[in-house]
């Protein structure tokens, strides 16, 4: 590939200088001529209107993907109970589905899972493809990409979404090196395009202070793996109607796994759950302190809710990681979500958007977080917030009496 300058037609604008971000243009007695800086990028040639630039590259030709079809959804489950994030995937894929006229499915591995099926359909699952065998009782890395890979090659869906989870993030990269596809981790949102009705990515990247779109038009199905919490678990109208069960034969022998689980000890779970929080007391830099989230756990005890933070607190070391809310954190729903001293950057409202009811307390009247709160506070969170539980206190006290 090569960038060639017509000199005949060069008028010496510097327009292709200006435009050119490794500076690989010079101008030279009234005409341009590239430099060894030049990574022939093609920036300068829509900026010459006197086309006096162009180049040898060749479009790369989109293949015909006409024969792809259907929104596939990994059922992640563990010992027969599935995850929580399937049933926000099929939410989320019912929609996607609908825009594109085609079907949701879902794909379940494991060992006797049959009744496991049955909650799938509540959520839009119209097809079910099963897989069961005693490798794949446990998740293994190798057993689960192998046979996923089989039967993404065989069915050919449009798009493949898994969650973001530890087994997720372990297995999506695994199918896509298999099947050579590209993969888009941690998606925060996922659309159609209308004009080609492609796949619209979008995930946080540079530490969750910028927001990529990523298009995969070279390659099908489209995959990406959704951050748990992000989506909302829609169950389906039409439900009563019962999903066809694909059954699919798995061969599979024990070097298939390259490992042997000789036993399975579970860790107890240490922190807490935000995405299961019905109320979450939030604080940002506004609290000032470690000492001055003693506050918003006393309010959090008396709601019967958790107390969160934006990266700032959890950077400052006043919560641990498990409790941050926003892009590089948690994503979370729940019923009440009271932001305290949060000014309400983009990538702590990405985090919690999805709240029912918002209340935000912030002395500066001009935070952005009032533009998404349902009700605002404009006052010291530290003389705002005892109140708060103060009249909690007193309401629940004449109510039991």
């Not at 046979?147 to 969650?163: A, C, D, Q, R, T």
């Not at 997720?168 to 695994?174: E, I, K, N, Y």
């Not at 941690?186 to 910028?210: H, K, M, Y």
Request: proline share 4%; with cysteine; charged share 25%.
């Amino acid at each position: 590939m090569a960038i060639v300058i017509n000199h005949d037609l060069c008028n010496g604008c510097k327009k292709c200088v200006k435009i050119c971000p490794y500076e690989g243009v010079e101008v030279k007695d009234g005409k341009a001529y590239l430099n060894n800086r030049c990574t022939a990028c093609g920036a300068c040639i829509d900026a010459c209107k006197v086309e006096a630039i162009s180049s040898d590259i060749k479009e790369r030709e989109i293949p015909d993907f006409s024969d792809f079809k259907g929104v596939w959804v990994f059922a992640e489950q563990r010992d027969g109970a599935i995850s929580r994030v399937t049933f926000e995937l099929l939410g989320l894929g019912q929609s996607l589905a609908q825009q594109l006229n085609q079907e949701l499915s879902a794909v379940l591995l494991g060992y006797k899972v049959d009744h496991v099926t049955e909650g799938l359909n509540v959520f839009g699952a119209r097809n079910i493809y099963l897989a069961q065998h005693k490798l794949l009782a446990q998740y293994q890395t190798n057993p689960y990409a192998k046979i996923i890979s089989e039967i993404v090659l065989e069915h050919k869906p449009n798009i493949f979404l898994i969650g973001a989870t530890a087994i997720g993030r372990d297995l999506a990269p695994r199918v896509s090196m298999r099947l050579n596809l590209g993969l888009t981790a941690d998606c925060t949102e996922l659309t159609i395009d209308p004009d080609d009705g492609s796949l619209l990515q979008t995930r946080p990247a540079f530490g969750g202070n910028v927001m990529a779109t990523i298009q995969t038009p070279y390659t099908r199905p489209q995959m990406a793996t959704v951050r748990p919490g992000v989506m909302e678990a829609i169950r389906e109208n039409c439900s009563q109607k019962k999903p066809t069960i694909i059954k699919k034969g798995v061969t599979l022998l024990d070097a298939d796994s390259l490992t042997k689980v000789l036993e399975m000890v579970r860790e107890k779970k240490r922190g807490i759950n935000l995405c299961d929080a019905k109320v979450i007391i939030a604080g940002g830099r506004g609290v000032g302190s470690e000492k001055g989230m003693q506050s918003l756990f006393s309010l959090a005890e008396v709601l019967g809710g958790e107390v969160a933070g934006t990266r700032m607190v959890i950077e400052e070391g006043w919560l641990p990681a498990e409790r941050q809310v926003g892009q590089t954190g948690q994503t979370v729903r729940p019923e009440l979500y009271i932001a305290c001293g949060i000014s309400g950057a983009i990538q702590h409202r990405a985090g919690m958007l999805g709240s029912r009811y918002i209340i935000a307390i912030n002395t500066d009247k001009r935070a952005p977080i009032f533009e998404v709160a349902d009700w605002g506070i404009v006052g010291n969170l530290h003389e705002v917030v005892p109140k708060l539980g103060e009249a909690m206190k007193e309401r629940r006290t004449r109510q039991g009496a």
